[in-house]
């Protein structure tokens, strides 16, 4: 089994250093799309590659860049950013990759840049990744000093500069708009799309967000072809996925597998199935806003088509795990709380209607709760969802809130009717403000 | 009043960016490195510096979650308390820092050692539950290794 993003890293071990990334073939997609490409053959390569974003919005990343303005009548300076925010709760993945092998990422970066003709980049890093910070950092300026970085890379007349951006805390951050706004040093409030960022993006210029595993796929892409990517993948999806599951599983963790590897397969044979005492209850499938996906849901691929038409979204391609010893309406309130905390404020539903399901699943979880809240909680469902927000945050917060309703109704009516948490282990979360 | 070091390292991040308000998180994050927090005072003298109003500043600097706007102790604990760790047990882990610390989240302890706050995913959900104190991350976490840990800061 191919394992392109992940073939030069092993746990607990250094990252390569450039002369060792070098050694296994590292930067060659450089040399390649500067020295033999024309931008255009890039976008249209890694297009036919069928390369979606691995964010969560997995929209294509060729087609992405195609909106950017090109050739000499573009505004300029264009920029590039990597997103490696990663603050969605439940997911973990990008960790992997930014402390595994920096080199593949700023490669990845260098063949972005040059298929859009950026000349600035930025690595958009949460604060929490204190280790990654030190190991992109280090890679940065190996790059400069061999020449991948700055003026007239490689004499071809392509130039790039890198910065690494640390963040300060805000879940806003990773939606793409909100994100500039930060790296502009503003509050990081999502910003009206159109213009879109390819447009007019950071300082108001044509620029690319994209995930870091997408841009870790891209010197890959320009080694081995279209074909070979779309071939990764165990269906209509192409390449490898980073999956992960967290929870009551025996081992937890993260791996490289074929896109459309089954629910099951990496539950059962990777994560080591269900610890000894535990029984599965759902999972969400790709990080704190994604729908709820329970048993019958297990032997579905994982891959974009598939999970949206059983109702849920592949996300993050890391699963979250809910088991039978833990409440769903305290695992929901938790989400909530979280969205409630990270919501930005800037438009109403958000900021009004996010507090307000959280004060009633808490009421719920204590035993104070009330027939009539699982109506008002499905009203918020529907008035927080797609199109009623200025940005996705409360529609992707609504939906473990909407799937735990559908599946897990009857344990909130039990909380309601009997006037307790029926799961008595566990105590009513209480919220940290 | 900033000093020469911190002018000149914001110096630097305003030469990165097209207009001087641009580098505003940047110089509040220089200063939070200096003094541990942005009081009043730097708020104002950082607003000043890269042309923003005191208001505008402070909005940007209140809308983030490590940006200090009160003084912290001397090392900070950010206990993770999104969902991996919620399943993993983490509230046992806040309980016992509660009553060891004799704080809740938000405040500082009396001999101005620890803060402790509460930090959504801090991405490391496959070795649920963790918290950071200061730079470093702690993974796995049972109660028992809690006083262990704490005795390391001083």
């Known amino acids: 089994m191919e394992k392109p993003l992940t073939q030069h890293i092993v746990p607990g071990r250094k990252p390569l250093s450039l002369k060792e990334y070098e050694k296994v073939g590292g930067y060659q997609s450089v040399r390649k799309v500067l020295q033999d490409m024309a931008p255009a053959e890039v976008q249209a390569l890694v297009k036919d590659a069928n390369l979606r974003g691995r964010g969560?919005?997995?929209?294509?990343?060729?087609?992405?860049?195609?909106?950017?303005?090109?050739?000499?009548?573009?505004?300029?300076?264009?920029?590039?950013?990597?997103?490696?925010?990663?603050?969605?709760?439940?997911?973990?993945?990008?960790?992997?990759?930014?402390?595994?092998?920096?080199?593949?990422?700023?490669?990845?970066?260098?063949?972005?840049?040059?298929?859009?003709?950026?000349?600035?980049?930025?690595?958009?890093?949460?604060?929490?990744?204190?280790?990654?910070?030190?190991?992109?950092?280090?890679?940065?300026?190996?790059?400069?000093?061999?020449?991948?970085?700055?003026?007239?890379?490689?004499?071809?007349?392509?130039?790039?500069?890198?910065?690494?951006?640390?963040?300060?805390?805000?879940y806003m951050c990773g939606e793409e708009t909100a994100l500039l706004n930060a790296l502009e040093g503003k509050r990081a409030n999502p910003r009206a799309k159109p213009p879109f960022p390819q447009v007019s993006g950071l300082f108001g210029k044509p620029t690319i967000v994209n995930n870091v595993e997408t841009l870790c796929n891209l010197p890959h892409i320009?080694?081995?072809?279209?074909?070979?990517?779309?071939?990764?993948?165990?269906?209509?999806?192409?390449?490898?996925?980073?999956?992960?599951?967290?929870?009551?599983?025996?081992?937890?963790?993260?791996?490289?597998?074929?896109?459309?590897?089954?629910?099951?397969?990496?539950?059962?044979?990777?994560?080591?199935?269900?610890?000894?005492?535990?029984?599965?209850?759902?999972?969400?499938?790709?990080?704190?806003?994604?729908?709820?996906l329970v048993e019958e849901h297990l032997d579905l691929p994982m891959d974009y088509g598939a999970i949206q038409a059983a109702g849920s979204r592949m996300g993050t391609g890391t699963m979250i795990i809910l088991d039978d010893q833990t409440c769903p309406v305290g695992f929901v309130h938790n989400l909530q709380h979280f969205f409630a905390q990270e919501s930005c404020g800037f438009c109403t539903p958000c900021r009004e209607g996010l507090p307000w399901v959280e004060k009633i699943l808490l009421a719920i979880d204590k035993g104070e709760g009330k027939p009539e809240h699982l109506l008002t909680l499905d009203f918020h469902t529907k008035y927080l969802g797609p199109g009623n927000t200025f940005c996705a945050l409360a529609p992707g917060a609504m939906e473990p809130l909407q799937s735990a309703l559908k599946y897990f109704r009857e344990d909130f009516e039990r909380h309601i009717h009997e006037h307790h948490c029926p799961w008595s282990k566990s105590k009513a979360w209480q919220p940290s403000i | 009043?900033?000093?020469?070091?911190?002018?000149?390292?914001?110096?630097?991040?305003?030469?990165?960016?097209?207009?001087?308000?641009?580098?505003?998180?940047?110089?509040?994050?220089?200063?939070?490195?200096?003094?541990?927090?942005?009081?009043?005072?730097?708020?104002?003298?950082?607003?000043?510096?890269?042309?923003?109003?005191?208001?505008?500043?402070?909005?940007?600097?209140?809308?983030?979650?490590?940006?200090?706007?009160?003084?912290?102790?001397?090392?900070?604990?950010?206990?993770?308390?999104?969902?991996?760790?919620?399943?993993?047990?983490?509230?046992?882990?806040?309980?016992?820092?509660?009553?060891?610390?004799?704080?809740?989240?938000?405040?500082?302890?009396?001999?101005?050692?620890?803060?402790?706050?509460?930090?959504?995913?801090?991405?490391?959900?496959?070795?649920?539950?963790?918290?950071?104190i200061d730079n470093d991350l702690y993974r796995n976490l049972t109660v028992e290794q809690l006083d262990e840990i704490l005795s390391k800061y001083t």
Not at chain 1, 241 to 257: D, H, I, M, N
Not at chain 1, 279 to 286: N, Y
Not at chain 2, 90 to 115: C, M, S
Not at chain 2, 117 to 128: E, M, R, S
């Open chain 1, 56 to 170: 969560g919005a997995g929209f294509n990343t060729g087609l992405k860049w195609s909106f950017v303005p090109m050739g000499p009548e573009a505004a300029t300076p264009k920029y590039l950013v990597a997103n490696a925010d990663e603050m969605e709760p439940g997911t973990f993945k990008d960790r992997l990759l930014l402390e595994g092998n920096p080199h593949q990422l700023i490669e990845g970066m260098i063949v972005a840049a040059y298929a859009i003709q950026a000349s600035i980049s930025y690595v958009f890093l949460r604060w929490a990744y204190k280790l990654a910070a030190q190991e992109i950092t280090q890679a940065i300026h190996e790059a400069y000093k061999a020449g991948y970085l700055g003026k007239n890379i490689l004499g071809t007349g392509f130039s790039l500069e890198m910065h690494l951006h640390t963040g300060v805390g805000r």
């Open chain 1, 222 to 292: 320009i080694n081995n072809g279209a074909e070979w990517f779309r071939k990764l993948g165990l269906t209509e999806d192409a390449g490898t996925k980073l999956y992960g599951v967290s929870g009551r599983v025996k081992k937890p963790g993260c791996w490289e597998l074929p896109m459309g590897t089954t629910i099951r397969e990496i539950l059962e044979d990777y994560a080591g199935g269900m610890q000894d005492g535990y029984l599965f209850k759902g999972l969400l499938p790709g990080g704190a806003s994604t729908d709820f």
């Open chain 2, 1 to 132: 009043m900033l000093t020469a070091e911190e002018k000149h390292r914001i110096d630097h991040e305003i030469s990165l960016v097209p207009a001087r308000k641009n580098a505003g998180i940047e110089a509040l994050k220089i200063v939070q490195q200096s003094h541990g927090w942005v009081s009043d005072e730097s708020l104002q003298d950082v607003a000043e510096y890269v042309g923003m109003s005191t208001a505008e500043l402070d909005s940007v600097a209140t809308f983030y979650n490590l940006i200090f706007r009160r003084p912290v102790g001397r090392h900070v604990i950010l206990l993770c308390d999104s969902i991996s760790c919620y399943v993993m047990g983490y509230e046992g882990l806040r309980d016992h820092l509660y009553n060891t610390l004799q704080i809740q989240y938000g405040q500082t302890t009396a001999d101005g050692r620890f803060t402790l706050l509460p930090n959504c995913c801090l991405g490391t959900c496959d070795c649920a539950p963790a918290l950071m």
